[in-house]
């Protein structure tokens, strides 16, 4: 089947992205439509002290200047995390308000404080320019350390110290005694560098509100459509469900970053209300920088013991996690249940004990950012392993190997259960690819050119598919993580898929129509793939965490097999064969053993003239299905990255970037190598050129693209993808999802690979230039 | 205000814009050819860039009055009934995935391939990732975008 499950079919969707046709939200244009800006509050920490919007309103074109008092006057709710955590002592976290319009403290420089609605975007950014908002600053803490050292400023009340939570997961006695007994324990301090998403295109809203129906329209830029009309609904009472229609059209990459809901989305409905007219607000990109969320921003200690054949015996980790101003919409969960529970990596640790602790500070809100947790956990254990070889002086990869997993289901002690894997055919296959063995020629010759050269690699493993909803009900979450599914057979025979899943870059409307294609053999142009609108799609959770594979599709399969049993019944009725004897292969719906078979489209028709149906059935062919998964999924997988560094310079050039993954069940190879590749891309850059960065009193000094290093075409190598799969074995398919595995897997691999080159173990990411040459020189000083 | 009048994919666009309109804008507000993307405000990223009299712009560094009487093609007008080689290669290659930096991708690959099949130069994957510096991608970490446009060179 050429164009089924394992096809490399070329993507449907492209054509209106080449010729310019795609439709994202800011290329919408309404009826009546005025423009929002927002004043936004310059400090990092100040009680708002009062607003004068008397220049603005007087402004030309100027249509309302809206604040937070009014905002909240009209019952508009507070922003929310929807994820409880429980600290060590049994309390609840300490989640402060988040007013979508502050009201009388900021807490972030870009800590929205008055919007703006015009004519015009330019009459409304020139009319923000003139409100007059005037502050008390109070003492900032831009950092982990600044926000718990003794005196730090208090940043919500309710937060004493600007601790959000004291959270542990493990075995803390046992994991202590196991390191009190090794015979070599490896201890590291790891940092985990502030990150932001970047999706290319900024976010943007345009909201409508139709008074004779009372009903709202949201068009944004929205990873998860439904989950933000719900959240709009019932927690912030912009608009009851019924009453609010949320379109995500074309999407221009989220990467975590469009999961949330912001104050923009918030303050734009509203405001739609309050002027009857149509609102679109549109980020700049510094805008973007200041206010979407950011990822990562860890810091760890990390304890390892080995007994003295090299096998790991117990892991203890202990992490502060820096949660921005407030607590965005998943934050909560990154940092404790995407992190924590992979600690055990692709390793046999019978003793795994971590505690993290969840900070308040003066800076953009941080939530999960592709990969969520995994790549946090994912550095900590690989960079652990590959210290850990050098120091007892075995080689890395047998370290691993022996270390691994081997037999499956593997329960880890930190609530995980892999259920697949071959983590050493994995590591087989990239130190193949990578030619590993002939790495010290390679080095050789590298250094007669005056250039050091290193390898290294990482065994990532993560979780994804999430998730079982009973499962992370019991650990906090407040929504379930199913998801659903439509299948229409129209009267012709077409097909349209509606489902929950939505896609920004993955090529659903591809690989969703080839789920479809295989079961039915019908062509992959019959079939229509409807995402990312409330009134269309009934519900969904949306796109995030490799989900919409494992999750998605396999909603999708359970629709199918309910749409097959009808088509059946009505074959076996039409043919008079059987029902047990009636297959559909190749479009067809055939009685096996005759030359009895009817078109796919004459099921179809027949359905829906129901002239002559199976007595009881009802007309029509479209079944609908919620599916929710049995556990997580576990792609994993084996990187390998081997660099060149300039000792004159410091820069680092990656030479080689080897990924061998395990992703069970392929259905389009040539996306999922896509997926691969804009992962490991994002990972190099978190490697070795991007950081947010902010000064001590909390302004950002990175927030813009002349000042945050993306990875350009030249920054980073062409890349070696390959699989070596294993099949799921909780879900329909078999597919683990393959959405953020490069950004979980490169970052330990290209650290490894330039420690392993400068002979300095001493150096964080991202390791630029000037960092690299600071940890040759200073480890050519200890040594002389 | 100015009168600003030019030819955008063959035809003539004039209109009466502010003095400060930016042909990005005069291209997507006025024109309402919403092909051509703003991914940033510091001419950094390429989502904009577009063709003026035969050369790659970025169109957010550049007035709309500055393009009066110019030749501009967008993404709009890149396709001659059938797709450009250029766009085929990006289909061919999985080249893009969001579709967000796509147009300009495309527009600074056919400009890039141009130049160099003028001045006789091979167009290998290390000049064609050095050519690429003003055009940002989150998606694709570039590996598909370097393989679209090494195609469509050898076609064009």
């Known amino acids: 089947m050429s164009e089924g499950i394992g096809a490399a079919v070329k993507r449907k969707e492209d054509k209106r992205f080449i010729t310019g046709a795609g439709r994202y939200t800011d290329d919408i244009r309404l009826e009546n439509q005025a423009y929002a800006a927002f004043v936004r509050s310059p400090h990092a920490h100040a009680k708002v002290t009062g607003i004068d919007k008397s220049a603005a309103e007087a402004m030309e074109g100027v249509l309302a200047v809206l604040d937070g008092k009014q905002l909240t006057g009209d019952g508009i709710g507070n922003i929310i995390c929807g994820w409880a955590i429980t600290s060590k002592d049994g309390s609840p976290m300490n989640m402060g308000a988040w007013s979508a319009l502050a009201t009388d403290k900021v807490r972030y420089v870009g800590d929205a404080v008055v919007a703006v609605i015009a004519e015009t975007k330019a009459q409304a950014l020139a009319a923000a320019e003139a409100v007059d908002v005037s502050y008390e600053e109070l003492p900032v803490a831009a950092n982990i350390g600044a926000a718990l050292a003794d005196g730090a400023p208090q940043i919500h009340d309710n937060a004493p110290g600007n601790v959000i939570y004291d959270w542990e997961i493990g075995e803390l006695q046992a994991t202590d005694d196991a390191i009190a007994g090794a015979a070599h324990v490896t201890e590291m301090d790891i940092t985990n560098n502030r990150l932001s998403p970047n999706a290319m295109e900024p976010r943007s809203a345009i909201t409508k509100y139709d008074a004779a129906e009372d009903h709202y329209t949201l068009y944004t830029t929205s990873q998860n459509p439904h989950v933000a009309r719900l959240v709009l609904s019932a927690f912030y009472q912009v608009a009851p469900e019924h009453k609010l229609r949320v379109i995500a059209p074309d999407v221009g990459g989220g990467f975590g970053s469009k999961i949330y809901i912001y104050p923009e989305e918030i303050v734009c409905l509203w405001a739609a209300l309050k002027t009857k007219r149509s609102i679109k607000w549109t980020a700049d990109r510094t805008e973007a920088f200041l206010t979407d969320a950011h990822g990562r921003d860890h810091v760890t200690n990390a304890k390892m013991g080995f007994d003295a054949d090299g096998n790991i015996v117990g892991f203890k980790v202990s992490t502060k996690a820096n949660f921005g101003a407030y607590m965005s919409l998943f934050s909560s969960a990154v940092p404790t249940y995407l992190y924590a529970t992979l600690l055990s990596g692709t390793y046999n640790i019978p003793n795994i004990y971590a505690e993290v602790l969840a900070v308040y500070s003066n800076t953009v809100p941080v939530d999960a950012y592709r990969g969520a947790g995994r790549p946090e956990a994912s550095y900590v254990v690989e960079r652990m392993m590959e210290t850990a070889a050098r120091e007892m002086g075995k080689d890395p990869a047998e370290l691993r190997r022996q270390n691994f997993v081997r037999e499956f289901p593997h329960q880890t002690p930190v609530i995980m259960n892999y259920d697949s894997g071959d983590f050493e055919g994995n590591l087989n296959q990239a130190m193949e690819a990578a030619d590993w063995a002939g790495f010290e020629g390679r080095k050789a010759q590298s250094a007669a050119n005056g250039k050091l050269r290193g390898i290294g690699m990482a065994c990532y493993i993560e979780a994804c598919g999430i998730a079982p909803s009973a499962a992370v009900g019991s650990l906090g979450a407040g929504v379930g993580l199913w998801e659903s599914a439509e299948v229409r057979v129209n009267p012709v025979g077409t097909i349209e898929i509606l489902t929950g899943s939505h896609s920004h870059g993955q090529g659903h409307e591809t690989t969703f129509a080839q789920v479809v294609a295989d079961r039915f053999g019908v062509p992959l142009d019959s079939i229509q793939i409807v995402h990312g609108d409330t009134d269309k799609v009934q519900f969904g959770m949306g796109t995030y965490g490799s989900r919409s594979g494992p999750v998605g599709m396999s909603a999708i399969v359970k629709a199918l097999d309910k749409v097959e049993a009808k088509v059946k019944k009505i074959g076996a009725h039409l043919l008079e064969e059987p029902e047990e004897n009636i297959v559909i292969e190749e479009g067809t719906v055939k009685a096996t053993g005759t030359n009895k078979a009817l078109g796919w489209h004459e099921i179809g028709l027949a359905a829906y003239t129901a002239h002559n149906l199976p007595p009881d059935m009802e007309p029509g062919l479209k079944e609908g299905a919620f599916y929710d998964p049995l556990n997580f999924t576990f792609p994993m997988g084996c990187f390998i990255c081997e660099v060149e560094v300039d000792p004159e310079t410091g820069k680092t050039e990656i030479l080689k970037f080897v990924a061998s993954d395990d992703f069970g069940v392929i259905i389009n190879p040539m996306i999922v190598e896509g997926q691969v590749h804009g992962g490991i891309a994002q990972g190099v850059g978190q490697a070795l050129l991007e950081e947010v960065v902010y000064d001590a009193d909390g302004q950002q000094l990175s927030a813009s693209y002349m000042d945050y290093t993306m990875p350009r075409a030249d920054d980073v190598p062409s890349y070696d993808v390959l699989h070596h799969n294993t099949k799921c074995t909780t879900n329909p398919l078999g597919m683990k999802g393959c959405g953020e595995a490069g950004a979980i897997g490169s970052p330990p691999a290209v650290i490894n690979a330039i420690t392993n080159a400068i002979g300095n173990n001493d150096i964080s990411m991202p390791a630029t230039p000037a960092k690299v040459w600071a940890a040759i020189n200073s480890a050519k000083m200890a040594a002389e | ?156």
């Open chain 2, 1 to 156: 205000m100015t009168t600003v009048s030019m030819t955008v994919n063959g035809k003539v666009a004039a209109a009466v814009v502010e003095d400060r309109t930016l042909l990005v804008d005069f291209i997507r507000e006025h024109l309402r050819l919403t092909g051509t993307h703003v991914g940033c405000d510091t001419s950094q990223c390429g989502a904009c860039v577009v063709h003026v009299n035969g050369k790659a712009v970025k169109s957010c560094t550049m007035l709309a009055a500055a393009a009066d009487g110019a030749e501009v093609t967008t993404i709009e007008g890149v396709a001659n009934g059938d797709l450009h080689p250029m766009q085929k290669a990006f289909n061919d290659n999985h080249g893009l995935q969001c579709g967000f930096c796509t147009p300009g991708m495309i527009m600074t690959g056919i400009d890039m391939v141009n130049r160099y099949k003028a001045e006789g130069k091979t167009l290998d994957e290390k000049a064609i990732r050095h050519e690429l510096e003003g055009n940002i991608c989150r998606c694709t970490g570039y590996h598909n975008i370097v393989k679209s446009i090494s195609q469509a060179a050898g076609e064009m």
